[in-house]
């Protein structure tokens, strides 16, 4: 393996920009980026052949985004993560629980209550900047144990479709979305 993981990772990040019309790359915890919330989109000469593709979105952590008319709200879990910290050993462990957590925030329409006591973010003086305001169509957590998903009845019109992203490094899989139906399905990339 490369000693620069950005060098590795470019090519195949410039392939997918290749082929489809949008590609978002969202910085998590382990990125070299500030470990603060909201985390600033990496930088783009980390990625020099992916950046010159104009369906390379490089994200803010949490993100909004739209994709097919569908308003996307995604993190890289330190939000959630922070929040099964304080849960019993065994609770965490259960894939539901951290979607009960998920649930939760959206609920208290706030996606990191427990900033900034536990968890690093930006000291804002006018407004909450992860207080949610408006209701996405779906909900993505990344860096997950496993992947979980359910929807949440937002208002009697409108449901949520929750996300529990599996962490790629140790699962080898990825979600895909199916932007009209909200059904998620699972890929796994096993090598042997």
């Not at 973010?121 to 900047?129: G, L, M, T």
């Not at 957590?141 to 992203?165: D, E, K, W, Y």
């Amino acid at each position: 393996m490369e000693s620069n993981p950005f060098a590795f990772l470019d090519p195949y990040i410039d392939q997918l920009c290749e082929t489809l019309d949008a590609v978002v790359v969202m910085p998590g915890m382990h990125d070299p980026c500030t470990l603060t919330l909201p985390q600033q989109p990496l930088l783009r000469t980390l990625l020099p052949r992916a950046s010159q593709r104009t369906s390379l979105h490089l994200s803010t952590n949490p993100t909004w985004f739209s994709l097919n008319g569908r308003a996307i709200l995604a993190t890289s879990g330190q939000n959630l993560d922070d929040l099964l910290k304080y849960m019993p050993d065994d609770a965490k462990r259960d894939s539901s629980a951290a979607l009960d957590m998920a649930v939760a925030t959206l609920r208290w329409s706030h996606m990191a209550p427990t900033a900034p006591d536990t968890l690093w973010c930006y000291p804002f003086k006018a407004a909450d900047a992860f207080v949610i305001r408006a209701t996405p169509d779906v909900y993505v957590i990344g860096n997950q144990a496993a992947f979980a998903t359910t929807t949440f009845q937002a208002s009697p019109t409108h449901q949520v479709r929750v996300i529990l992203v599996p962490t790629f490094a140790s699962t080898h899989q990825v979600v895909v979305l199916d932007t009209e139906t909200l059904e998620p399905h699972i890929m796994s990339f096993h090598t042997s």
